[in-house]
């Protein structure tokens, strides 16, 4: 009805992730440097008078946004290293539906843009990539990897693997974290290895 989905109605916590949704939508269309809080007040249907008191700079605005899609939840924690890289895949799987999806993954790979939210952005990957680490952290700690084991390593040839999957389509995480711990537990890269170029 009208009253439940009209941004005129709506109050508090309501308003602000109707609004802050479509900022979303405004990032993954136009980019973060051309984001508007002039467009945003449009497409959202709520006086920029609104947007300006709670977000008085298209960067807070970004930055608010942003979190709504950053990945509150801890890192996978189910007390096996296996089950927690298919809970990581299945996070992934859901969160790759999201319409910033794709340029969240631009910026991952390609390198994120310039900009007042630049550093933002980058401390977000920053803090995505030490949340990740911990699942290979947890996982020494209980003997599942060596204590040589170069979890960095580990967590990066993980994640490269997981996200090339999920673009590729890949839709079985119990085949893909059997696939990576095979290889990983037939010789573990330890801590004296050095990649080759």
Do not use: C
């Amino acid at each position: 009805m009208e009253s439940d989905t009209s941004p005129k109605q709506m109050r508090g916590p309501g308003l602000v992730r109707h609004v802050l949704q479509i900022t979303l939508l405004e990032i993954a269309e136009a980019g973060l440097d051309r984001l508007s809080i002039e467009r945003v007040a449009t497409r959202s249907g709520v006086n920029k008078t609104t947007l300006y008191r709670r977000w008085p700079t298209p960067q807070r605005l970004a930055e608010a946004a942003l979190d709504l899609v950053a990945d509150a939840a801890p890192p996978p924690d189910t007390g096996s290293l296996r089950e927690d890289l298919v809970q990581y895949l299945l996070r992934l799987h859901d969160a790759s539906n999201h319409p910033l999806a794709p340029a969240l993954l631009r910026w991952r790979l390609g390198g994120v843009p310039e900009g007042e939210a630049q550093a933002d952005l980058q401390k977000r990957f920053a803090r995505a990539d030490d949340e990740t680490l911990v699942m290979f952290q947890r996982a020494r700690d209980r003997g599942e990897l060596a204590q040589t084991a170069n979890l960095q390593f580990l967590r990066d040839a993980f994640v490269g693997m997981a996200h090339y999957l999920e673009v590729a389509g890949a839709a079985e995480p119990q085949r893909i974290a059997d696939l990576f711990l095979s290889g990983a537990m037939s010789r573990t890269p330890t801590t004296q290895d050095t990649p080759q170029g």
